[in-house]
């Protein structure tokens, strides 16, 4: 079966899903034989039948078909998640990072997830993202986002990666300056360090679930600048992606382009004291995914 990718991008037009094999991107729609265009989302909502039709017409798509991705704008593969669901402190190095004095274990304890919304923080490859004005510590967090591809609701650990549609990579920017409120006796302030125009950027494409086989054994790794500051693996989750799936489904209806950010390991700017200012670039990487550029005005 040959490797496919979806993504969403436009090439004058509205953005729209597309289908990357190797160095070329097929209009997802004329790959089908449909007329009009489709999303992500439309595909995503019948994403058993819609990707058996996918790997049917990448198998037959003629050589040198489709655009080179030179003349494409690559958007966020999906616009927009309904929510983020991201996942707290879940990689055993960064929790210890954050709080050396802290005994990092799962005993006891069950995922801890916040929100983020899909339509006010979403951006895409090659995003140019103001410094919020309300931060003078800005962070960077890449996470590996877990597409779900089927309604799942109350599902046991073991059925939980058959509801994915495929990964992604996000990068969970955070106001580390605003992680506290003493102004309220709440403590945490999840939305005030979380949610802010841009900060979740997305892609550069969603990669199906079965051409990964472990999600729990990829490399990580994050640059700013050029500078590596994030170099980990997947393997260091707390709770792995079918436990936070499970965890979650038990609550709602998780539901098709939903993401769950599944957590950032060790190398974040905060423990050094490091933050992202204007003109800095950030490149990441995660194993078998791809690589996803953003920078900062």
């Not at 089908?32 to 989302?41: E, K, N, P, Q, V």
């Not at 799962?106 to 919020?132: C, E, L, S």
């Not at 920017?173 to 992680?179: I, V, Y």
């Not at 079965?210 to 729990?216: C, G, T, Y």
Request: charged fraction near 20%; include cysteine; proline fraction near 7%.
């Amino acid at each position: 079966m040959a490797d496919w990718k979806l993504l969403t991008y436009s090439d004058g037009g509205t953005p729209k899903a597309g289908v990357a094999i190797g160095d070329r991107i097929h209009d997802a729609a004329m790959l089908l034989g449909r007329g009009g265009s489709l999303t992500t989302l439309d595909l995503l909502n019948d994403w058993t039948n819609a990707k058996a039709a996918l790997e049917k017409a990448v198998a037959s798509a003629p050589a040198g078909g489709g655009i080179a991705f030179a003349t494409a704008k690559l958007h966020a593969p999906v616009l927009y998640p309904a929510a983020y669901y991201c996942a707290a402190s879940n990689f055993y190095d960064h929790s210890k990072e954050m709080r050396p004095d802290r005994n990092v274990t799962r005993d006891g304890k069950q995922p801890y997830f916040f929100m983020k919304p899909g339509v006010h923080t979403t951006v895409g490859p090659n995003a140019v993202i103001p410094v919020p004005g309300v931060t003078q510590k800005l962070d960077w967090e890449i996470e590996i986002g877990a597409v779900i591809g089927k309604p799942c609701f109350n599902v046991p650990v073991e059925k939980a990666l058959e509801y994915l549609a495929g990964y992604t990579i996000v990068n969970d920017l955070s106001a580390r300056d605003l992680g506290k409120r003493p102004d309220w006796h709440f403590g945490a302030d999840w939305f005030g360090q979380k949610v802010f125009e841009g900060a979740m950027p997305m892609g550069p494409w969603i990669v199906p679930v079965d051409q990964i086989a472990d999600p729990q054994a990829l490399d990580m790794k994050l640059w700013v600048n050029d500078q590596l500051m994030q170099d980990s693996t997947s393997k260091n989750m707390v709770f792995n992606i079918a436990e936070q799936i499970e965890y979650l489904s038990r609550r709602m209806m998780l539901r098709p382009g939903d993401v769950i950010a599944t957590g950032t390991p060790s190398g974040v700017g905060a423990p050094r004291g490091i933050f992202l200012k204007s003109g800095d670039k950030v490149r990441m990487q995660i194993e078998k995914i791809g690589e996803l550029n953003i920078s900062f005005a």
